[in-house]
């Protein structure tokens, strides 16, 4: 009976479960037994430095949300991160009721529904943006958990469903990628799909392909925006002066360091809290590469052996390259959308997603070259502008009305989801869910 307890505590902690599923993948493509070896124990490392980083940025969170909660009136706004990794990570490493797990199970099932529907249709993609398989799976996972369903109906929901996007939103998104690109050799594998094709459809209507973003010359002062590390410090440093200075206006500098800082000066934590969220966000990060880095080949190797023929789905920077000045375009537009978005937002007394430069790079981004192809730079500043301003709404809608339930009460602590790939199919699911009482 031990040895059974044993077990069964292994199976669901979401570590050995991705370990498990690395080592499977890595079996039956046949490699060494060092190799084996080595990359079910880094994708286990990666789950578990995961988990660190979520952890640094939670704390780091904290602070900030008391920096508006003490700087607001009563009667203001509630603020929140949106952040996927951080949401399934924190959800995961916290593992209430076996979520964890569930969302580890659905990411292993999803692909094999993903490759089986590919192999049966005449939609042949193979989605192999490792860091967005595991987001959906956990995304799905979460939204089916929340209706109260054991965790074989979450987990086979979940599967379908995230096997399903994986096959066809890349073949959504096709018809504009061989304009952006050229040829039909590759397919876009993101969870930002949904409001690229929006960027694209608002392109037509406003300008011409003809007419590209990239006959217009960008300063090349706006190139340091490209490291994460630095956009993410920027925008954070931000935002926590600006809660901080809130907090001054209400409580004071003595009122601030009894409740907020625990007597620590009030610029020095402000600095620190912005930027221990992104060492953080940079652990996170970290975490997530390793874990991908293992995990990607082991799912590839058996898809390419099933799916002859099949177009690579790619993360969004693979578009980069072939519209840098619509890139930039999209991030200042899309910070633009962002900030319209939250003062009405706030007006209406919705929960305020705080600013995303990675948002407003790599999805506005992404969005603003959608638009490019089929508008031009007309196209381009819409497509940037309208996967916020539309974005931020959406993201907001599902925190407010927990589309993917009690987020907090999982672990993820003021996070939100940002894709709207997840959060779209999720809020229709929830409404069907309401209607039959669940």
């Known amino acids: 009976m ?10 669901t902690l979401p570590a050995i479960v991705l370990g498990f599923i690395a080592m499977v993948g890595l079996l039956l493509q046949k490699k060494t037994a060092g190799d084996v070896f080595k990359g079910t124990l880094k994708t286990i490392l990666g789950q578990l430095i995961l988990g660190i980083g979520i952890t640094a940025l939670i704390n780091a969170l904290t602070p900030i949300q008391q920096f508006f909660e003490y700087g607001i009136p009563s009667g203001g706004f509630e603020t929140f991160v949106t952040y996927d990794e951080a949401v399934v990570g924190a959800v995961q490493n916290t593992n209430l009721m076996n979520v964890g797990a569930e969302i580890a199970w659905t990411m292993l099932f999803g692909y094999i529904v993903h490759v089986l529907v590919s192999r049966v249709t005449k939609y042949r993609y193979i989605y192999l943006t490792g860091h967005m398989i595991w987001v959906h799976a956990g ?3 979460i939204l089916f958990h929340s209706f109260g369903f054991s965790t074989p109906v979450v987990v086979a929901l979940a599967s379908v469903l995230d096997g399903f996007y994986m096959t066809f939103a890349p073949a959504l998104a096709q018809p504009i990628m061989r304009k952006i690109t050229g040829s039909d050799e590759i ?7 949904l409001l690229n094709m929006l960027g694209a459809w608002a392109g037509k209507l406003v300008g011409k392909p003809e007419d590209s973003s990239e006959n217009v010359k960008i ?3 706006f190139n340091f925006l490209r490291d994460m590390s630095v956009s993410i410090s920027l925008i954070m440093l931000l935002v926590a002066f600006i809660g901080a200075g809130l907090a001054l206006g209400q409580i004071g500098t003595t ?3 009894e409740n907020i800082s625990g007597g620590q000066n009030w610029i020095v934590f402000t600095l620190l809290t912005a930027l221990n969220f992104t060492a953080g966000v940079l652990v996170l ?7 991908i880095a293992e995990i990607t080949p082991a799912f590839k190797g058996i898809a390419e052996k099933l799916i002859p023929g099949a177009k690579p789905a ?15 375009f999209g991030l200042i537009s899309g910070t633009i959308g962002q900030v319209a978005s939250m003062v009405i937002l706030a007006l209406i007394g919705w929960p305020v997603p705080l600013p995303s430069m990675i948002a407003a790079f790599f999805a506005s981004g992404a969005g603003a070259i959608f638009g490019n192809a089929t508008g031009g730079r007309k196209g381009a500043w819409l497509g940037g502008f309208l996967w916020s301003f539309v974005g931020w709404f959406l993201i907001s809608f599902a925190y407010k009305f927990q589309v993917f339930g009690d987020l907090s009460g999982l672990g ?27």
């Open 139 to 141: 995304a799905f996972a």
């Open 2 to 11: 031990a040895i059974f307890d044993t077990i069964l505590s292994l199976i």
């Open 187 to 193: 397919a876009f594998g993101h969870g930002q799909t």
């Open 285 to 291: 990060l970290q975490g997530v590469r390793m874990l």
């Open 314 to 328: 790619l993360d969004c920077p693979v578009i980069y390259p072939y519209a840098p000045n619509a890139l930039i």
């Open 412 to 438: 993820a602590v003021g996070l939100g989801f940002t894709v709207p790939d997840a959060i779209v199919p999720g809020i229709v699911i929830w409404g069907i869910a309401k209607i039959f009482g669940f």
């Open 219 to 221: 300063k090349e002062s």
């Open 255 to 257: 009122g601030f360091a």
